[in-house]
């Protein structure tokens, strides 16, 4: 059968065979893991569960029940985000089929879309599929892995029409304060880029106030933001996002999300209604154990001598390993029974370096990181 | 959250951790947690440490037992007065007074059911404010000081992922 070119410009992914390996052995600790240890808050799994009693099993509108968009109209407010739930603001299978159908609606076949990397695997892939042509812009260990007015000049991202954005970072765990976020709106708007901006991580947020660069002036019309109950709300397999934006651009995702997925699931919708009414203490006792393990693990690293960038958000931590990431990771697996993730999977600058996640119980955690430190010393 | 407070959430969470492991979590160093940790036993905030105790687990019987004590006070006694007198027993694992239908709730903890309704039979009921007992007994635990007692969810998500 003949397969579609754009699918097959696409590579399978990096993680692929690290995954493969890591299921290969028996005791594998795993700090691989892009998701939550915790399960959903309890009140939203039982809002799932009623939901399936009361029968509530039908299509909702194709934006998402007015309920729970009105809801997240009112929950976006905490970073200065105004949206009206009628018309900027659509519900989506996680915020994964977000950017699907965002770079669908604003990519057209040839369009440059300015990656800035290292950044989650899904954006290059979600580029390509949408027939657009990925532009490659490397952060710096030395900025903090936030995205500078240079690199993107550098990078030739005045030549894009999109630019995907994601901070607080995976795999980095980077954030980008307002003012560094100014000088990529200044960007943004010299050179009439759409911005698409990932922001699934803003809840987990451990230094400063996450900001939204759609707050900015001269943005707000030209961004899309992303968000999802899947990282805060530990609710990952109940697949809900949403996206955030002006009328048109909203209009022109709907329009292919009621062609291909018609409504996010249901069940789904009630679980997140009742998170975001009734689970902001979880939310917060997650976030503070993240921080715990998160200020272990920098501990654990310096004591090592490992070079790590201390993360600000997400829950990863992205150590410098000093040579081949990619032999530094297979052989602390098949040594230490430790899966962690190379860096260079996550695109230009990730090379060299280790993704950690700490979204790992305390315990696990502590032993990993023993056996990381048996490794690095043998070596 | 204050240091404080958040030692004690920690100590909570696991009274085990050794003061290393407690100082990389807050990023506290060593001494301040220490000094943390001794305050709050000297205050009188941290009164003891121990391990929550799933005694099904255990093939020696245990029991336990909720008792709902109703009292009569008179000018020279008081609740204060009552409660001394019980909890001195070592057989008396918690003793609180509480709103409603009855006075103290008393938590009692024996090798059998015979060691504790002797007990509340022949030291509890016979002191003469006591006006009446009822005894419940724990017939399983499902959930303890915030820990459940099922079996252990394994980690069945993907090893490694995006």
């Known amino acids: 059968m003949r397969i579609a070119d754009r699918v097959e410009r696409v590579p399978p992914s990096g993680i692929r065979r690290f995954f493969e390996l890591a299921e290969e052995k028996e005791e594998v600790i795993s700090l691989g893991v892009g998701e939550p240890d915790f399960s959903a808050p309890w009140a939203a799994r039982t809002a799932a569960i009623d939901s399936l009693e009361r029968g509530r099993t039908s299509y909702t509108a194709n934006r998402g029940m007015r309920e729970l968009r009105t809801e997240i109209a009112d929950h976006v407010q905490r970073y200065d985000l105004d949206y009206d739930p009628d018309e900027e603001i659509l519900v989506t299978t996680g915020a994964s089929e977000a950017l699907d159908v965002a770079m669908r609606a604003f990519v057209d076949p ?18 390509v599929f949408a ?11 030395e900025n903090d892995f936030a995205l500078t007015y240079e690199d993107l000049a550098n990078a030739g991202a005045g030549d894009a029409e999109a630019l995907m954005l994601c901070y607080p970072n995976n795999p980095t765990g980077a954030t980008m304060s307002r003012s560094e976020l100014e000088a990529v709106a200044e960007f943004a708007v010299e050179h009439d880029l759409t911005v698409l901006s990932d922001e699934i991580y803003a809840a987990l947020t451990y230094e400063g106030e996450h900001t939204s660069i759609a707050t900015l002036p001269g943005m707000r019309e030209r961004t899309v933001v992303f968000n999802g109950f899947s990282k805060a709300y530990a609710m990952t397999g ?29 069940t789904a919708q009630y ?15 997650m976030r503070d154990q993240y921080d715990r393990r998160r200020r272990f693990v920098l501990s654990r690293f310096d004591e090592m001598g490992l ?73 | 959250m204050d240091d404080r407070r958040e030692i004690l959430e920690l100590l909570l969470s696991n009274a085990r951790e050794d003061t290393t492991d407690l100082a990389q979590q807050t990023g506290l160093d060593e001494a ?9 036993e000297a205050d009188g905030v941290v009164r003891g440490y121990q391990a929550i105790v799933d005694w099904s687990r255990l093939d020696e019987e245990h029991v336990q037992a909720e008792i709902e004590l109703n ?28 709103s409603g239908d009855y006075d103290f709730a008393v938590s009692i903890e024996g090798d059998s059911m015979h060691d504790v309704s002797r007990f509340v039979a022949e030291q509890i009921a016979p002191i003469p404010e006591v006006t009446q007992t009822v005894t419940h007994f724990v017939m399983e635990t499902y959930k303890e000081r915030g820990v459940s007692f099922g079996e252990k969810d394994d980690d069945d998500r993907l090893s490694i992922s995006p």
Do not use: W
Not at chain 1, 271 to 285: N, R, T, W, Y
């Open chain 1, 110 to 127: 040839g369009d440059r879309v300015a990656v800035h990397q290292p950044s989650y695997i899904s954006y290059v892939p979600g580029v």
């Open chain 1, 131 to 141: 027939g657009g042509q990925p532009l490659a812009v490397p952060t710096r260990p």
């Open chain 1, 238 to 266: 109940l697949r809900l996002g949403y996206a955030l934006g002006p009328p048109e651009a909203i209009r022109a995702m709907n329009r292919i999300h009621q062609y291909s997925m018609l409504s996010a699931p249901t």
């Open chain 1, 271 to 285: 679980a997140a209604l009742e998170a975001l009414q009734s689970c902001g203490d979880e939310v917060v006792e």
């Open chain 1, 307 to 379: 070079d790590c960038f201390e993360a600000r958000g997400a829950f990863y931590a992205f150590p410098h390993c000093g040579g081949d990431d990619e032999r530094f990771a297979e052989e602390l697996l098949r040594q230490e029974d430790v899966a962690v993730v190379p860096g260079s999977v996550f695109g230009v600058g990730g090379e060299g370096h280790l993704r950690i996640s700490y979204a790992t119980g305390l315990d696990e955690l502590r032993t990993a990181m023993n056996r990381i430190e048996r490794f690095v010393d043998g070596r």
């Open chain 2, 32 to 40: 301040t947690v220490e000094e943390c940790i001794d305050s709050l």
């Open chain 2, 71 to 98: 009292v009569e006070l008179d000018r020279e006694t008081g609740y204060d007065d009552i409660s001394r007198r019980i909890a001195k027993f070592p057989q008396v694992a918690s003793l609180r007074l509480i």
